[in-house]
Protein backbone atom coordinates (compact mmCIF):
# COMPACT_ATOMS: atom_id res chain seq x y z
CA UNK A 1 0.00 0.00 0.00
CA UNK A 2 2.90 2.53 0.63
CA UNK A 3 4.43 1.41 -2.30
CA UNK A 4 1.51 2.51 -4.14
CA UNK A 5 1.18 6.05 -2.80
CA UNK A 6 4.99 6.74 -2.92
CA UNK A 7 4.22 6.12 -6.84
CA UNK A 8 1.52 8.05 -7.00
CA UNK A 9 3.07 10.95 -5.87
CA UNK A 10 6.20 10.93 -7.77
CA UNK A 11 3.96 10.33 -10.45
CA UNK A 12 1.82 13.41 -9.74
CA UNK A 13 5.00 15.68 -9.31
CA UNK A 14 6.89 14.40 -12.73
CA UNK A 15 3.42 15.22 -14.22
CA UNK A 16 3.26 18.62 -12.84
CA UNK A 17 7.37 19.28 -13.81
CA UNK A 18 6.28 18.35 -17.43
CA UNK A 19 3.32 20.69 -17.67
CA UNK A 20 5.31 23.72 -17.45
CA UNK A 21 8.11 22.39 -19.86
CA UNK A 22 5.62 21.52 -22.31
CA UNK A 23 3.60 24.99 -22.23
CA UNK A 24 7.31 26.72 -22.64
CA UNK A 25 8.14 24.25 -26.01
CA UNK A 26 4.22 24.86 -27.69
CA UNK A 27 5.49 28.49 -27.33
CA UNK A 28 8.73 28.84 -28.92
CA UNK A 29 6.98 28.80 -32.18
CA UNK A 30 4.49 31.96 -31.64
CA UNK A 31 7.26 33.78 -30.14
CA UNK A 32 9.53 33.08 -33.13
CA UNK A 33 6.58 33.93 -35.33
CA UNK A 34 6.45 37.19 -33.14
CA UNK A 35 9.75 38.20 -33.75
CA UNK A 36 9.77 37.70 -37.41
CA UNK A 37 6.48 39.26 -38.37
CA UNK A 38 8.08 42.39 -35.72
CA UNK A 39 11.13 42.14 -36.94
CA UNK A 40 11.53 42.43 -40.74
CA UNK A 41 14.32 42.73 -43.01
CA UNK A 42 14.74 45.81 -45.13
CA UNK A 43 11.77 47.50 -42.89
CA UNK A 44 13.37 49.79 -40.15
CA UNK A 45 14.36 48.43 -36.37
CA UNK A 46 11.03 48.20 -34.63
CA UNK A 47 10.60 49.84 -31.06
CA UNK A 48 10.20 46.98 -29.05
CA UNK A 49 10.93 46.55 -25.53
CA UNK A 50 13.31 43.06 -26.16
CA UNK A 51 15.69 44.96 -28.40
CA UNK A 52 18.86 47.27 -27.16
CA UNK A 53 21.59 49.51 -28.87
CA UNK A 54 24.51 47.21 -28.66
CA UNK A 55 27.88 47.76 -29.77
CA UNK A 56 28.34 47.58 -33.64
CA UNK A 57 29.78 44.87 -35.69
CA UNK A 58 30.40 46.41 -38.87
CA UNK A 59 31.34 50.49 -39.80
CA UNK A 60 28.34 52.70 -40.60
CA UNK A 61 25.80 50.06 -39.27
CA UNK A 62 23.66 49.97 -36.21
CA UNK A 63 23.39 46.97 -33.81
CA UNK A 64 20.96 45.73 -31.51
CA UNK A 65 20.64 42.62 -28.93
CA UNK A 66 17.98 41.23 -26.54
CA UNK A 67 15.97 38.48 -25.83
CA UNK A 68 12.62 37.36 -25.89
CA UNK A 69 11.47 34.49 -23.52
CA UNK A 70 14.66 32.90 -23.90
CA UNK A 71 15.19 33.56 -27.35
CA UNK A 72 18.31 35.66 -28.06
CA UNK A 73 18.59 38.33 -30.67
CA UNK A 74 20.68 40.14 -32.72
CA UNK A 75 20.04 42.36 -35.25
CA UNK A 76 21.98 44.54 -37.86
CA UNK A 77 21.08 47.49 -40.30
CA UNK A 78 22.61 48.27 -43.34
CA UNK A 79 25.39 51.03 -43.33
CA UNK A 80 24.02 54.13 -42.59
CA UNK A 81 20.89 53.25 -42.79
CA UNK A 82 18.06 52.27 -40.00
CA UNK A 83 16.79 49.03 -41.91
CA UNK A 84 17.49 45.88 -40.80
CA UNK A 85 19.97 43.73 -42.89
CA UNK A 86 20.07 41.12 -40.49
CA UNK A 87 18.56 39.20 -38.01
CA UNK A 88 19.88 36.27 -35.95
CA UNK A 89 17.52 34.17 -33.14
CA UNK A 90 19.19 31.52 -30.93
CA UNK A 91 17.54 29.42 -29.31
CA UNK A 92 19.36 27.37 -26.79
CA UNK A 93 19.17 23.59 -25.64
CA UNK A 94 17.56 21.03 -27.98
CA UNK A 95 17.02 21.22 -31.19
CA UNK A 96 13.79 22.96 -32.06
CA UNK A 97 13.46 23.13 -35.46
CA UNK A 98 11.21 20.97 -36.45
CA UNK A 99 8.65 22.89 -33.55
CA UNK A 100 9.45 26.38 -35.11
CA UNK A 101 9.81 25.26 -38.71
CA UNK A 102 5.93 26.00 -39.38
CA UNK A 103 6.39 29.51 -38.14
CA UNK A 104 9.00 30.38 -39.78
CA UNK A 105 7.69 29.11 -43.03
CA UNK A 106 4.13 30.91 -42.03
CA UNK A 107 6.18 34.36 -42.20
CA UNK A 108 9.23 33.68 -44.56
CA UNK A 109 7.56 30.98 -47.14
CA UNK A 110 8.64 28.20 -48.52
CA UNK A 111 12.01 26.85 -47.86
CA UNK A 112 14.14 26.28 -51.33
CA UNK A 113 16.35 23.64 -49.46
CA UNK A 114 15.44 21.11 -46.51
CA UNK A 115 16.77 18.21 -44.87
CA UNK A 116 14.93 17.86 -41.80
CA UNK A 117 16.91 14.57 -40.76
CA UNK A 118 19.85 17.26 -40.61
CA UNK A 119 17.86 19.83 -38.93
CA UNK A 120 18.53 22.30 -41.92
CA UNK A 121 16.60 24.37 -44.25
CA UNK A 122 17.67 27.15 -46.56
CA UNK A 123 16.07 30.13 -48.29
CA UNK A 124 17.25 32.29 -51.19
CA UNK A 125 15.50 34.82 -52.97
CA UNK A 126 16.75 37.85 -55.11
CA UNK A 127 19.08 40.73 -54.39
CA UNK A 128 21.78 38.06 -52.40
CA UNK A 129 18.80 37.79 -49.20
CA UNK A 130 19.50 34.35 -47.85
CA UNK A 131 17.98 32.71 -44.73
CA UNK A 132 18.55 29.54 -42.85
CA UNK A 133 17.15 27.74 -39.93
CA UNK A 134 19.47 24.91 -38.35
CA UNK A 135 20.71 23.33 -35.50
CA UNK A 136 24.09 23.79 -34.02
CA UNK A 137 24.62 20.73 -31.40
CA UNK A 138 27.03 21.74 -28.43
CA UNK A 139 29.44 19.21 -26.44
CA UNK A 140 26.70 17.31 -24.60
CA UNK A 141 23.26 16.84 -25.47
CA UNK A 142 21.01 19.50 -25.64
CA UNK A 143 23.64 22.21 -25.05
CA UNK A 144 23.48 22.47 -28.63
CA UNK A 145 21.40 26.04 -30.47
CA UNK A 146 18.86 26.42 -32.74
CA UNK A 147 19.24 28.95 -35.19
CA UNK A 148 16.98 31.34 -37.25
CA UNK A 149 18.90 34.04 -39.11
CA UNK A 150 18.05 36.40 -41.96
CA UNK A 151 20.58 38.04 -43.84
CA UNK A 152 22.69 39.21 -47.20
CA UNK A 153 24.85 37.04 -49.01
Known amino acids: MLNHTVFRLITLIIALVMVPVA ?15 EV ?31 IGITVETHPADDRVASLLLQIPGTDQTRQIFPAVK ?6 RYASPKKSEYGWEWPNYRSASLHYVKGAKPGEGSTIVSLFYR
Not at 23 to 37: C, F, N, P, T
Not at 45 to 67: F, K, M, W
Not at 106 to 111: A, E, L, M, S
Open 23 to 37: GIAADISADVEKILR
Open 40 to 70: RQDQPVPAVDYLQPAEPINTDCASYRGGFRG
Open 106 to 111: RVIGPP
